[in-house]
């Protein structure tokens, strides 16, 4: 059989002896041990469980974290014992699928050698033979520090951030690796599933399920091709070809077989009439029909595909995804790993982090380079929740190298990811890395020496071979006279944020597509903080708490300061100050100073008159507890910009543009298949009462939107955006409301005339009661008094549909409250404001 990649289990397969069997690892100086011979003398072994790394078996036994310097310099050694089949002669055939090894790696079963793996993310199947009664299987991962100590030629361009530079040659995630990031281990070790099972009949080594339609909306021609590598007992001689037939939406064509090795090369196409459209879910529904092939009486599950087209429109220099013919804005955020310690996380985990994602209204997420690739249970929840994917390769922003074997090792993986993701509706870009044209171009380097044969000819050649159609890009960001410049091409945006530009730099850079950006460190809401930190708020000053903030290496500030920056901004407060005497508002303070940038940066980039096309925020999810740079925090709850962005990139949407002295501008946005036709309201308030309202018909057309300039539904001058200021501010709030046929509010934003600040009031009049709804979820009937900005619910063990909103006086909220994992008691809790001084008790 050779070593090939592996395709995955199949459910009728003999059991996977190493199910339940003991894991166990310790380490060794590097070179100490050739083989597995001596390991048992004078070495501490330490439980360890597989799937994962060191670091996880070294926290399992109350470790802490390692450094790089000790998961780098030594030889790491896993072993399992295990007994043979049970009924010997049962299976006289075994395979052994290694799915992903970190990262240079020796696997020795009862002492003989079968494979050396020099890539983190290469997966390997290999044929052992019949086993014995006892077994063992020991795994080495041989120390990097040597390796990356080697001599070996300069890099064009050196980068301050990664702790070795040779890392370029190595095939490994820059995770643990780059100083600033937030703190978390290097992997090492068996970060993805090891399996010892029996031949099968029929095996697999290679699927290639492509699956297209043309463009165009409504019911559409669907054309899969599929390409099997097939071997084992139950395939015919190579002179007589296995009968094989392949089955989309109950059309059945035979599957053409070519001799391919030991084995066949089976290929088909077929074409089915009368198929529903793949959406991402903003646009509409999320259609798959399951693909499956027979081959020598052995049935064989090829997963789901879903028919969508998508281009990439590179028109006027800038970057945009049209999908199904439709332009789509793009939104979401950076995927960053779950568990980013073990690199594990449960199908239940992976599946609640997407559909957190998609209940933000994010459309995209991108998997950066320098982290790792995800398994296909990624794959598969985002096209269940209709979300695009951006995949990057695993390069940057090291100088990849132009050399054979290199270029190999990432032809190679990539096509083991194109196989995984491909099928997928989901996969829209994949992108040749991480900032590798940004970094020689920052650092002076000629134009000549921006570019690298692994991304302007491996990669795309790869693309176009295996994924004809496939968007792709040479990395990001990438376009325009300087791959970094926000006005073409694709961008990191940090114009405001790192750069501390005031907010109109939003417009003035005009971004075309970001594809990572809005970078600060957000605090998560109290209940994290407790848990992590014991609600301690000097732990701020702890290098427990640092650990989870982005600093670029070099710098002399870290993501903090850039947000208090912005808080000083907003606020009209000395930030140093208040920390000294209410950290708590510090904090306040901080939630929503990031929470006004995003709903700027939203409000202007998805405006119909903007440029831009997509508006990724940096990270979803935070790397580790504490004050990261994602909208959702480690442990899984959404922090204050999440539900700003939920407002702003719903599918249906209303959001707000100061224009200055043109007045306050107000987008309804619809991204549905149908006309939205509905009555727009404007409200006007002081912090006690409303001043007047204003209202008029709308129809929004199917995939479009409509701008309606505010000032024009009053009859007579209003300084709505207080931009002419004759005097004081006449209104604290302008609301603004998109009331659908029935009555509903379809969707709502608000404005702060003349900025965010406002007086604190002694006590607003918050009022808060929560009632049973259907199943495990409760209702809270949210009200106020008088003007109550940003309200914050605050319910431990609950997440709220909605928080971080205003409310005008005398205002109404009804919110869902969904409990968490294992959570089932009644919810209590606190109603807050940024401007009021008393709370609200949540009763039920």
Not at 312 to 338: E, K, M, Q, T
Not at 422 to 434: D, K
Not at 702 to 729: I, K, N, P
Request: aromatic residues 8%; proline residues 8%.
């Amino acid at each position: 059989m050779g070593d090939d990649p592996a395709v995955g289990p199949d459910p009728e397969d003999a059991p996977d002896l190493l199910v339940g069997a003991t894991w166990s690892c310790t380490s060794a100086a590097p070179g100490a041990h050739a083989d597995p011979g001596g390991l048992d003398a004078g070495l501490a072994w330490l439980p360890a469980t597989v799937p994962g790394t060191v670091a996880s078996a070294l926290r399992s036994v109350g470790a802490v974290d390692p450094p790089v310097e000790r998961l780098d310099g030594q030889d790491w050694w896993y072993r399992c014992r295990f007994a043979g089949p049970v009924a010997p002669g049962a299976h006289d055939a075994w395979v052994l699928e290694l799915d992903g090894l970190a990262t240079l790696a020796d696997i020795w079963l009862n002492g003989r050698h079968l494979l050396r793996s020099e890539s983190m993310f290469a997966a390997w199947r290999v044929a052992v033979g019949e086993l014995g009664e006892e077994n063992e299987l020991c795994l080495r991962f041989a120390a990097l520090t040597p390796v990356l100590a080697e001599r070996r030629p300069r890099p064009r361009w050196k980068v301050n951030g990664v702790t070795s530079q040779n890392l370029r040659w190595v095939r490994t995630s820059l995770l643990g690796r780059q100083h600033g990031w937030a703190s978390v281990p290097a992997p090492v070790g068996p970060w993805r599933p090891v399996r010892l099972r029996g031949a099968r009949p029929v095996e697999v080594t290679r699927r290639r399920v492509r699956a297209s339609c043309p463009p165009g909306d409504g019911p559409t021609t669907g054309t899969v091709t599929v390409e099997l590598t097939v071997s084992g007992s139950a395939c015919p001689p190579v002179d007589a070809p296995p009968d094989a037939g392949l089955t989309v939406a109950g059309r059945t064509v035979a599957l053409e077989a070519r001799p391919a090795g030991p084995g066949w090369r089976l290929s088909g196409t077929l074409t089915v009439d009368g198929i529903d459209r793949w959406w991402p879910h903003t646009h509409g529904a999320q259609p798959r029909y399951p693909v499956r092939a027979v081959v020598a009486g052995v049935g064989i599950d090829l997963g789901a595909v879903g028919f969508r087209s998508v281009e990439a429109d590179r028109s006027d220099g800038g970057f945009g995804l049209v999908v199904n013919g439709v332009p789509v804005f793009c939104r979401g955020a950076c995927w960053y790993p779950i568990d980013p310690v073990g690199l594990q996380a449960t199908d239940d985990e992976v599946a609640a982090a997407v559909a957190l994602a998609r209940s933000a209204g994010c459309n995209m997420l991108r998997i950066p380079g320098g982290t790792v690739y995800e398994d296909e249970r990624f794959f598969e929840a985002c096209d269940r929740a209709g979300i695009l994917v951006w995949q990057d390769a695993m390069l940057g922003p090291v100088d990849p190298p132009d050399d054979e074997a290199f270029l190999e090792a990432v032809a190679a993986e990539v096509t083991q990811v194109l196989d995984i993701a491909a099928p997928h509706p989901s996969l829209a870009v994949l992108c040749g890395g991480q900032e590798l044209e940004e970094q020689p171009a920052m650092l002076g380097l000629p134009r000549d020496r921006w570019r690298s044969p692994v991304t302007d000819a491996v990669l795309p050649d790869l693309v176009a071979r295996e994924v004809p159609g496939l968007a792709y890009v040479s990395s990001s960001p990438s376009g325009g006279d300087l791959p970094f410049q926000a006005d073409a091409g694709v961008c990191h945006y940090f114009g405001v944020g790192v750069y501390l530009f005031p907010l109109d730099d939003l417009r003035r850079s005009s971004p075309r597509f970001v594809t990572e950006g809005l970078a600060f460190a957000v605090p998560p809401e109290r209940v994290t903080l407790e848990e992590g930190f014991g609600g301690d708020l000097s732990a701020h000053h702890e290098s427990a708490w640092k650990r989870a903030v982005h600093r670029d290496a070099g710098s002399w500030f870290d993501l903090e300061d850039v947000r208090d920056h912005y808080v000083a901004s907003f606020f009209g407060v000395d930030v140093a100050a208040l920390w000294r005497t209410d950290p708590e508002r510090a904090l306040d303070l901080g939630r929503a100073a990031v929470t006004e940038v995003v709903t700027a940066a939203a409000a202007e980039w998805r405006r119909a008159s903007s440029a831009c096309a997509g508006m990724l925020m940096i990270a979803l999810r935070d790397l580790r507890v504490g004050a990261g740079w994602g909208v959702v925090d480690a442990a899984g709850r959404p922090k204050a910009p999440w539900y700003a962005l939920a407002r702003a990139w719903a599918p249906v949407a209303v959001t707000l543009t100061d224009e200055g002295v043109n007045g306050l501008d107000v987008h309804v946005a619809n991204d549905t298949a149908a006309d939205m036709a509905g009555t727009l309201r404007l409200g006007l308030h002081t912090a006690s009462y409303e001043v007047e309202s204003a209202s008029c018909p709308v129809t929004v057309p199917a995939r479009g939107s409509v701008t309606v300039r505010g000032e024009g539904l009053f009859d007579g001058f209003r300084d709505l955006s207080y931009a002419y200021r004759f005097g004081a501010r006449t209104y604290d709030l302008v609301t603004a409301e998109l009331v659908g046929p029935t009555g509903d509010v379809v969707a709502r934003s608000a404005h702060l005339p003349g900025g965010p600040i406002r007086e604190v009031d002694p006590d607003v009049g918050l009022q808060a009661q929560a009632e049973p709804a259907d199943g495990s979820m409760w209702l809270l009937h949210i009200s106020t008094g008088r003007f109550a900005q940003y309200v914050q619910v605050d319910v431990p063990g609950f997440v709220a549909s909605d928080s971080w909103f205003h409310l005008e006086p005398g205002g109404r909220r009804t919110l869902q409250l969904r409990p968490e994992p294992g959570h089932d008691r009644r919810p209590t809790g606190r109603l807050r404001a940024l401007n009021s001084a008393e709370t609200a008790v949540v009763a039920s």
